[in-house]
């Protein structure tokens, strides 16, 4: 009933800038958090940044200053730009969302099949 799909992932240099996309659909009556982890091969999967409907965001240190998260409520869309890229921001990227369904009275945690980004000269 609900699905959420990434897009925008792709191979940059360093240095370079990409931006993610993840829109939700579905039977949603509405969206708390949403938000953007990342997951390099051997590693667990790690927070890089939240942001809320009112649009308060938290970002992971190693983000901090180089990606901005943002949300489109009316497209229940969010967006992901990283500026600044480099060799340790390769990762698989996966969308996050906390989601209260028509059907549904709770928030429940949905998760996007990820899009890979590739740092790589």
């Known amino acids: 009933q609900v699905q959420l799909v990434e897009s925008g992932g792709g191979l940059v240099q360093p240095g370079g800038s990409l931006r993610l996309s993840c829109a939700a659909s579905?039977?949603?009556?509405?969206?708390?958090?949403m938000g953007w982890y990342r997951q390099a091969p051997g590693k667990q999967r790690e927070l890089v940044a939240t942001?809320?409907?009112?649009?308060?965001?938290n970002y992971a240190d190693s983000v901090k200053g180089r990606f901005t998260i943002s949300r489109d409520n009316a497209k229940k869309t969010v967006y992901l730009q990283m500026n600044s890229l480099n060799l340790e921001d390769t990762a698989v990227y996966y969308c996050?969302?906390?989601?209260?369904?028509?059907?549904?009275?709770?928030?429940?945690?949905?998760w996007g099949q990820g899009t890979q980004v590739t740092v790589s000269s």
């Open positions: 942001i809320t409907s009112g649009g308060s965001t």
């Open positions: 579905g039977s949603i009556f509405r969206i708390s958090v």
């Open positions: 996050n969302a906390e989601i209260q369904l028509l059907s549904g009275r709770y928030v429940s945690t949905y």
